[in-house]
């Protein structure tokens, strides 16, 4: 549990960085634009993750897997490196191609010039590159450098931000953000490479074996895609099309709340539980031992973290967005309610990942999508806008009641 919580503090201090920059960027970009351009910045942001995603939470956990704990020498560190970076770049040209054939309904709301698409297709590169060399600092343990590498990257952001959000349409001004991103962050690229084999890991003798054993963790990330982010996407350009972009921005800005505190979490999971998870997946008691306790410890900080949200929602509305956001506070309690299944059911899917169990986490990915589909036509029908929240809170709901089902036994032996 000391080590859960030691990696949990550098989880924390690495992402703190990036939320300060993502808070500022809301921020500013609610101040500026309103309702509406929060629905365009979480739109872009959409775009840039049905991308990044798979290489993102796919690919990088299998390296992650397989890299750690073996030397840098090594055969089975030089082989799962290649396979990692040439499934990435293959998967990136292959969704860019898939995106710029479907730009008439991808990009409804953005510049249709070949310039502004050019642009967006070269920084989700350079965020796709960043994440895999990052990938490679965590599974050598370089958590310091890791720190480092995105706390420059947020700063540079911040600073992005502020010098430009007066002078640029949103559209561009999106654009700059995304290129400042991605450029900063792969000051990784030699932070990565330091001590390794380079010509031998960027060799086009890719092992099968590694691409077999990484694809795995693949689909079940493009399950991700297709029925998480996917969906999310489907409905927020559901909601513009039937309610306009300012109305829906108001529920954006809940959303964006949500995602404030979310992030926060999802480190912790990405920097402590899920690579402890994956040591302990051949000592079966040892595992149960640290599921339970990461359950007691997270439990209560997830119920007073979300409940002291509710407590300051009128604080916390004009802090991180503005107070033009005031009126959204009404869709907050099932959103809150939505995500304390969220962030519980994210911790057993993680277990999911690490027991390269796909086949079930694309089954309780798939199942819980098609009730969130029909409760979010369902409750929106019937409560216009104030549907939206309710049919997250049954959505995760769902998702989570599968995941206590599935592992009963581990929770309770």
């Given amino acids: 549990m000391f080590s859960f919580l030691k990696n949990s503090v550098f989880g924390v201090i690495s992402i703190v960085s990036r939320l300060i920059s993502s808070f500022f960027l809301n921020k500013m970009v609610a101040w500026y634009f309103g309702p509406a351009g929060l629905v365009q910045l979480a739109h872009f942001q959409n775009l840039v993750t049905f991308i990044t995603l798979v290489p993102n939470d796919g690919i990088n956990r299998g390296v992650i897997k397989y890299l750690a704990g073996t030397t840098k020498q090594s055969q089975t560190f ?105 450029s900063m962050g792969i000051i990784a690229l030699p932070l990565s490479l330091q001590g ?65 505190y979310t992030a926060l979490y999802t480190a912790v999971l990405a920097f402590a539980f899920y690579p402890k998870v994956a040591a302990l997946l051949q000592q079966e008691q040892a595992l149960q031992l640290f599921v339970q306790n990461a359950l007691r410890l997270l439990i209560p900080v997830i119920m007073l973290g979300l409940g002291l949200v509710y407590i300051f929602q009128d604080y916390i509305f004009t802090l991180l967005l503005s107070s033009r956001f005031q009126a959204a506070k009404e869709f907050l309690p099932f959103q809150l309610a939505g995500d304390f299944c969220k962030l519980l059911s ?65 929770i309770t032996a």
Avoid at 114 to 131: A, K
Avoid at 219 to 224: F, G
Avoid at 357 to 378: D, M, N, P, Q, T
Wanted: hydrophobic share 55%; charged share 10%.
């Fill in 196 to 260: 390794l084999p380079k010509k031998q890991l960027f060799t086009f003798r890719v092992s099968g074996e590694s691409v077999k054993s990484l694809s795995k963790y693949m689909v079940m990330a493009t399950s991700v895609v297709l029925f998480s982010k996917g969906l999310e996407y489907y409905i927020r350009d559901y909601l513009i099309r039937h309610f306009s972009m300012e109305q829906t921005g108001l529920w954006q800005g809940v959303v964006r709340v949500s995602d404030s």
């Fill in 346 to 410: 994210w911790l057993f899917a993680n277990i999911l990942v690490a027991q390269a169990r796909f086949k079930v986490s694309i089954l309780f990915e798939a199942i819980s999508a098609l009730f969130y589909f029909g409760f979010f036509h369902f409750f929106t029908n019937i409560y216009q806008l104030a549907g939206s929240p309710m049919a997250h809170f049954a959505h995760y709901l769902v998702f989570l009641l599968l995941h206590l089902f599935y592992f009963r036994k581990l």
């Fill in 78 to 182: 030089r082989a799962y490196f290649t396979a990692g970076f040439y499934l990435t770049l293959t998967l990136f040209l292959g969704t860019a191609v898939l995106l710029f054939s479907a730009r008439n309904y991808f990009l409804p709301y953005f510049p249709r010039q070949l310039s502004w698409f050019s642009l967006f297709i070269g920084g989700t590169l350079l965020l796709v590159l960043q994440s895999f060399f990052n990938a490679v600092l965590l599974a050598q343990h370089k958590n310091g450098t890791l720190i480092l590498v995105n706390t420059f990257s947020a700063l540079a952001v911040i600073v992005y931000v502020a010098f430009a959000i007066a002078k640029l349409p949103v559209a561009y001004f999106l654009i700059g953000y995304l290129l400042v991103m991605g």
